[in-house]
């Protein structure tokens, strides 16, 4: 069965410096999606160091514990997470490899783009039309929160 695919975009009015930090800074989410109404209810990091290729966290989310990590990273144009979701017995639910990629589209602007992929297992993949609109509508909080998280900041230009 084919994976769940979309892309959402967005214009940020910052550099693409700060939009890729404030993207891989993992418990930084909590800041910025809080109040959202997200499923995103806690992130931490759990693996040492700066965030890269390979660095691990948990998401805390209304639907429970999820852990994942960075698949790829290329600073300061691309990111792509991998999480997953498995039964009490082990079985792999879901998967999702949420990505950004970032290009610098003007003095003090950055286009994101946020490609969504998703991939049900087993009896989960049943409720695909679901899965999608629900993946959608949580993807797009997250691209609005982000833009939003520069456009109420201090000292800028619309907060």
Same mark, same amino acid.
């Given at each position: &069965? ?27 989410? !909590?800041?910025?999606?809080? !109040? $959202? ?7 931490? =990091? $759990? ?13 805390? $989310?209304? =639907? ?8 790829? &990273?290329?600073?300061?144009? $691309? ?13 792999? =639910? ?6 950004? =990629? ?58």
């Amino acid at each position: &069965m084919k994976p769940i695919e979309f892309e959402i975009q967005r214009r940020v009015q910052a550099p693409i410096d700060e939009v890729f930090a404030r993207i891989v800074d993992i418990e930084g989410y !909590n800041e910025w999606m809080a !109040n $959202t109404g997200s499923m995103l209810k806690h992130v931490r =990091q $759990t693996s040492p160091g700066e965030p890269t290729v390979g660095t691990t966290y948990v998401e805390e $989310t209304s =639907q429970g514990s999820q852990p994942g990590e960075i698949a790829e &990273m290329e600073a300061p144009q $691309t990111i792509v997470y991998h999480w997953w979701q498995t039964s009490k017995s082990g079985k792999l =639910q879901f998967e999702g490899w949420p990505s950004f =990629q970032l290009q610098s589209s003007g003095p003090g602007e950055t286009l994101v783009r946020h490609r969504g992929k998703l991939v049900s297992y087993g009896i989960w993949r049943l409720g695909k039309p679901l899965w999608r609109r629900f993946a959608i509508k949580e993807r797009t909080i997250t691209v609005d929160a982000l833009k939003s998280s520069f456009e109420n900041a201090p000292g800028s230009s619309s907060g």
